[in-house]
């Protein structure tokens, strides 16, 4: 396994559910962390896979491999890149900018929202 899918999977994986467990930091704290970089590195993880040109979507041994293909293949896997960055330009916009927005309320002096059961 290469060094790069340990480092991805440590930063997905085990450090918001390490912030999250920690006695010593606030639970609250410890859940924006945990939210905020599994965010963060799922949107990268999307950007870098869907703009690294090395990365072929088409896999082998697969339909789109067959030699009838081999005119639209290129076109294929630039329209599966474009898919790629296309969902992670949406996450991007439609969850980590909101959360952005909700983590920087504290730091302006606003309260939380609380949620509760009546």
Same mark, same amino acid.
Do not use: D, H
């Given at each position: 396994m290469k060094v790069g %899918?340990?480092?991805?999977i440590l930063f997905v994986f085990?450090?918001?559910v390490t912030m999250? =467990?920690? @006695?010593?930091?606030? =639970?609250?704290v410890g859940r924006a962390v945990a939210v905020s =970089? $599994?965010? $963060? $590195?799922?949107?990268a993880a999307s950007?870098? %896979?869907?703009?690294?040109?090395k990365v072929r979507m088409t896999? @082998?041994?697969?339909?789109?491999? *067959? @030699?009838?293909f081999d005119v639209v293949r290129p076109y294929i896997e630039i329209a599966l890149h474009a898919l790629v960055v296309w969902a992670g330009f949406l996450?991007?916009?439609?969850v980590a900018v909101p959360l952005a927005a909700d983590l920087v309320q504290p730091e302006r002096g *606003?309260?939380?929202?609380? $949620?509760?059961? *009546?």
């Open positions: %899918y340990l480092i991805g085990v450090f918001p999250v =467990s920690l @006695p010593i930091v606030p =639970s609250v =970089s $599994f965010i $963060f $590195f799922m949107a950007f870098w %896979y869907g703009l690294n040109p896999r @082998p041994g697969r339909k789109l491999n *067959e @030699p009838r996450f991007v916009l439609l *606003e309260k939380l929202a609380k $949620f509760t059961a *009546e």
